[in-house]
C-alpha cells in the first residue's frame, strides 16, 4: 500500500483528525482498569495476575513500534492505521472469545498480544507524518494527535463500566462488552485510514507546488546511527522513568482510589472509581497537548525538568497525605499523569530535535522500547507490591506507601539522565545530499 500524497490544496489540518481517529481508539487501553475487578471477582484471579493482558499489550506496543518504526517509515501511515486497526480490533474480538468461554490466557493472548501489536504501530503511525507537515510547532502537532491516546479512556472507562452496569460483570458481560469494543473501534479507525494522507515531495512529476516541507534540513540522523548515540539512551531513561512512575498509578487507579479511602465516612464506589480514571484520563490528554505545546516555547530539557522534578514532589505529598484529603489526592494525581502524558506527546519533538526528521519516526520507535519496559515495571512494582502488603495484613493507603517513594526515586534518575542530554556528535550525521552541497558551495562566494 503506497503512501496516500496529498493533492495541491490540501489542508494539513485535515491530519491531526485522521490521527486522532486511531489515537482515540486505541486510547482504550488506558481504560483497562475499569475491567480488573469485575475479571478478578468472575475469573478468581489477584491484582498482579489481571493486570497481566495490560503488561502484555504496552510490552508489544514497545516492541511493534520498534521492529515495526522502519516499515511505517516506507509504507506510510495509511498502510500502518489498517494494520492497527486489523490487530487492535482483532484483540478485542479474540479476548471476548476468552472471557464468553472463561479461558483467561485467549484474553492475555488477545488484548495483550494481538492488540497490543495494534497498539504499537498505530501510535508510530501518524508521528513521522505529522512532524512533517508541522516542522514550525512539532510539540504542538505530535500534541494533538498523541493527546488522543491519553484522552481514549475518557471515552473508553464510562462507556466501559455502563456496558458491565448493562450486561453484568460476570464473564458474559465482559466478552459482551469487548466484543462492542472490537466492532465499535474498527468503524472509528476506519476514518483515519481513509482520511491521512503524507506531504507532496519536492519536484513532484506533475509540476504542482508541494503541500508540505520540502527537504529534511539541519541535523540528520539516521535510525541505526541514533541508537548509538548517548542521547538516545539518555532519552530512553528518561522516558521510562517518567512513564514507570505514571502508568504503576494509571493501570491501578480505580482500585487504588477505592484503597485509600475504603476507612473514610466517604468511601469510593465502583462509579466513582470509573469517574476517577476518566479524570486522569482527561489530565493524561490535557496534558500532552499543554505541556507538548509548553515545550515549544521553553524547549524540551526544560519542559522535561518539570514533569519529573515537580512530578517527584507530588508522589512524596500523596505519599504523606493522600489519605487526609480526597482533593490533595485527585489533585496530585491528575498533576502526575498530566507529566505523563506531556512526556509522551514531547518525546517525538525532542527527537526531532536532537536527530532531525530523516527517520523520526522509526527512531521514535525504537525508543518506545522504554515504554515496553515501564509497562511491565510500574504496574508490577505498585501490585505485587499491594499484594504483598496485603498479605501482611495492611490496608488502605499502606498497600501503596513503599511503591510511591520508589516512583520518587525513579523520577530523580530520570531528571539526572535529561541533564545528561547534549547536541549529537556530527560524527553520526547523514551527509548531505550532493544538489544540497553544490547549492552551499555555490552560494560560499556570496556571503563572502
Not at 19 to 32: C, F, K, N, R
Not at 42 to 64: E, R, Y
Not at 218 to 237: D, E, H, I, N, Y
Not at 285 to 305: E, F, H, P, Q, V
Request: glycine letters at 12%; aromatic letters at 10%.
Amino acid at each position: 500500500m503506497s503512501p496516500p500524497v496529498a493533492p495541491a490544496g490540501w489542508s494539513r489540518w485535515l491530519v491531526p483528525p485522521a490521527a486522532l481517529s486511531v489515537h482515540l481508539s486505541i486510547g482504550q487501553a488506558y481504560a483497562w482498569s475499569v475491567f480488573k475487578p469485575p475479571l478478578e471477582s468472575s475469573l478468581g484471579l489477584s491484582g498482579t495476575q489481571s493486570a497481566l493482558p495490560f503488561q502484555l499489550a504496552i510490552v508489544m506496543l514497545g516492541l511493534s513500534a520498534a521492529f515495526g518504526g522502519t516499515l511505517v517509515e516506507r509504507n506510510g501511515p495509511r498502510w500502518a492505521m489498517t494494520v492497527a486497526l486489523v490487530c487492535f480490533s482483532s484483540g478485542f474480538l479474540i479476548s471476548a472469545l476468552g472471557a464468553a468461554s472463561e479461558q483467561y490466557w485467549l484474553i492475555v493472548l488477545g488484548y495483550g498480544f494481538v492488540g497490543g501489536i495494534g497498539l504499537g504501530i498505530g501510535y508510530i503511525s501518524p508521528v513521522s507524518t505529522l512532524i512533517k507537515w508541522f516542522p514550525d510547532r512539532p510539540g504542538m502537532a505530535t500534541g494533538i494527535a498523541i493527546m488522543g491516546f491519553g484522552g481514549g479512556a475518557l471515552i473508553a472507562s464510562p462507556w466501559s463500566a455502563q456496558m458491565l452496569e448493562s450486561f453484568g460483570a460476570d464473564h458474559s458481560g465482559i466478552a459482551l462488552a469487548f466484543l462492542v469494543h472490537g466492532l465499535s473501534y474498527a468503524v472509528f479507525m476506519t476514518l483515519g485510514v481513509l482520511l491521512v494522507r503524507v506531504p507532496r515531495p519536492a519536484g513532484a512529476a506533475d509540476g504542482t507546488p508541494e503541500t508540505g516541507p520540502a527537504a529534511t534540513t539541519g541535523v540528520q540522523v539516521s535510525a541505526a546511527s541514533a541508537v548509538r548515540t548517548p542521547q538516545f539512551w539518555c532519552l530512553w531513561v528518561v522516558l521510562c522513568m517518567n512513564v514507570t512512575a505514571g502508568i504503576g498509578i494509571l493501570e491501578k487507579a480505580a482500585p487504588m482510589i477505592t484503597d485509600f479511602f475504603a476507612d473514610t465516612s466517604t468511601p469510593v464506589s465502583l462509579t466513582a472509581s470509573a469517574g476517577f480514571v476518566a479524570l486522569l484520563s482527561a489530565a493524561n490528554m490535557a496534558g500532552r497537548i499543554g505541556w507538548s505545546s509548553t515545550s515549544d516555547l521553553i524547549g524540551r530539557k526544560n519542559i522535561y525538568r518539570v514533569y519529573l522534578g515537580v512530578g517527584a514532589v507530588m508522589y512524596g505529598l500523596i505519599a504523606l497525605l493522600g489519605d487526609s484529603s480526597k482533593p490533595l489526592f485527585i489533585l496530585c494525581a491528575l498533576v502526575i499523569l498530566s507529566f505523563y502524558g506531556g512526556g509522551f506527546a514531547t518525546i517525538p519533538a525532542y527527537l526531532k530535535d536532537l536527530f532531525g526528521t530523516y527517520q523520526v519516526g522509526a527512531i521514535h520507535g525504537r525508543l518506545l522500547t522504554a515504554w515496553s519496559t515501564a509497562g511491565v515495571l510500574g504496574p508490577l512494582i505498585v501490585n505485587w507490591i499491594a499484594d504483598r502488603q496485603e498479605e501482611a495484613g495492611k490496608h488502605g493507603a499502606d498497600l501503596y506507601s513503599l511503591s510511591l517513594l520508589i516512583m520518587i526515586g525513579l523520577l530523580a534518575v530520570g531528571f539526572v539522565a535529561n541533564e545528561l542530554v547534549r547536541p549529537v556528535d556530527a560524527r553520526h550525521h547523514v551527509p548531505a545530499p550532493k544538489e544540497t552541497a553544490d547549492v552551499a558551495a555555490r552560494q560560499q562566494p556570496e556571503s563572502a
